[in-house]
């Protein structure tokens, strides 16, 4: 029988050091039985998560999926969806960063599909608003926020897709923020800085509203004080406050989706080969400073000018920026100190035509989430700036 995803608001949330300890009998309470684990290869070890497996309960059926690589693509879903056909699972666990989270999201929305039709389904992309099994989301690392969103990426021949609908909202999430200690510190880094350009790009987004607004404080006033010491000297303290921007950053994006910087980055990991986090803080600086220094007739119709003055003077003052140019100067400092090479040129992408393709590339109509005005040739000038 096929029932519409849970729309309660928040979703439930097991929280804290040891928490996915409680997992198993989680699943257990929730009477699922066959259970398809969706989990990182070295990371599902390394992070601690797999002290649960002796945990389930006898009757509980677990089969373990590790086969597909970062940046969900389609061809790894289609070998996911073939072993979620075989077992039939009544619940898809996802443990792991946000391409596990996201891979264990697109099994549970395209269960019932024919594997070699999931293409089509994810280029026609309808809103998935069934599922026929739970969803339980673990993650182990500070950044993505996937767990709090009900969309995720997916590649097709290399384009990405977003992939939504309340379908894709986990029924249970359970963070627990020590098991986001045992990545290297380019992962904490790289995954710290999204979240941080997540919250940011939050506050800007024509699809903002207050909650969101409310979420995305909430995780940068957690995050900023403590990245850097999270990503060179982790401890209980810093991961902790890590685990709750991060999740504050996902719920936020979850309303009011990402914007700019996020929608060159995909390109630029495409391309170039920095992983996600760092691809978008390669931009978030410009974007920043050329937000801050946008006026009223820059900006969308819809856009209250005065509001996007008083949000970004907030923003510019989280930074400890007085001015636009120094917000992208502060930007830029803390992805250096984060130990990110900044720049675009430091990251392989020196020339004009290099900065013209990616411009090029970005789906133009995701720049509506943007307050300003923004079309190819902006995009260039902007990316100039973060040479
Ligand atoms: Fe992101």
């Known amino acids: 029988m096929t029932t519409s995803a849970?729309?309660?608001?928040?979703?439930?949330?097991?929280?804290?050091?040891?928490?996915?300890?409680?997992?198993?009998?989680?699943?257990?309470?929730?009477?699922?039985?066959?259970?398809?684990?969706?989990?990182?290869?070295?990371?599902?070890?390394?992070?601690?998560?797999?002290?649960?497996?002796?945990?389930?309960?006898?009757?509980?059926?677990?089969?373990?999926?590790?086969?597909?690589?970062?940046?969900?693509?389609?061809?790894?879903?289609?070998?996911?969806?073939?072993?979620?056909?075989?077992?039939?699972?009544?619940?898809?666990?996802?443990?792991?960063?946000?391409?596990?989270?996201?891979?264990?999201?697109?099994?549970?929305?395209?269960?019932?599909?024919?594997?070699?039709?999931?293409?089509?389904?994810?280029?026609?992309?309808?809103?998935?608003?069934?599922?026929?099994?739970?969803?339980?989301?673990?993650?182990?690392?500070?950044?993505?926020?996937?767990?709090?969103?009900?969309?995720?990426?997916?590649?097709?021949d290399e384009v990405k897709h977003s992939v939504g609908g309340p379908a894709l909202r986990a029924d249970h999430v359970v963070i627990d923020p020590s098991l986001t200690l045992s990545g290297s510190p380019y992962q904490r880094a790289t995954s710290g800085i999204d979240a941080v350009a997540q919250a940011i790009e939050s506050l800007w987004a024509t699809g903002a509203t207050p909650w969101s607004r409310r979420f995305a404080w909430g995780a940068l006033h957690r995050l900023l004080p403590v990245i850097e010491i999270f990503v060179h000297h982790p401890g209980r303290s810093s991961a902790r406050a890590m685990a709750i921007g991060a999740h504050l950053a996902g719920r936020a994006i979850d309303i009011s989706k990402t914007t700019a910087p996020h929608a060159l980055s995909y390109g630029i990991t495409k391309s170039y080969g920095p992983s996600h986090g760092h691809a978008v803080a390669l931009t978030l600086g410009a974007f920043v400073a050329e937000h801050a220094r946008a006026t009223p007739e820059r900006l969308r119709s819809g856009v209250d000018p005065g509001e996007h003055r008083r949000n970004m003077a907030d923003i510019l003052e989280i930074l400890g920026a007085r001015n636009a140019d120094e917000a992208h100067h502060r930007v830029d400092d803390l992805v250096a100190r984060l130990g990110l090479r900044v720049g675009l040129a430091a990251n392989g992408i020196t020339t004009s035509q290099q900065r013209a393709a990616l411009a090029a590339e970005v789906n133009v109509e995701r720049l509506g989430n943007n307050p300003i005005h923004l079309d190819v040739s902006e995009l260039e000038r902007i990316l100039e700036r973060c040479a």
């Open 6 to 156: 849970p729309a309660r608001w928040p979703l439930v949330r097991t929280f804290g050091d040891g928490a996915i300890d409680a997992l198993p009998g989680i699943v257990h309470r929730l009477g699922h039985r066959r259970i398809l684990l969706v989990c990182g290869e070295r990371s599902f070890e390394a992070s601690g998560a797999a002290r649960i497996l002796p945990r389930f309960h006898d009757d509980a059926e677990v089969v373990r999926w590790s086969g597909f690589a970062p940046n969900t693509d389609v061809a790894d879903l289609r070998r996911g969806l073939e072993i979620a056909q075989d077992l039939g699972p009544e619940a898809v666990l996802g443990i792991g960063g946000g391409s596990a989270l996201d891979m264990a999201k697109l099994i549970t929305a395209y269960q019932d599909i024919p594997p070699e039709t999931v293409t089509d389904e994810i280029r026609a992309g309808r809103t998935v608003s069934t599922r026929r099994c739970g969803l339980l989301l673990t993650p182990t690392t500070s950044g993505s926020g996937s767990e709090a969103t009900h969309f995720a990426v997916v590649y097709v």
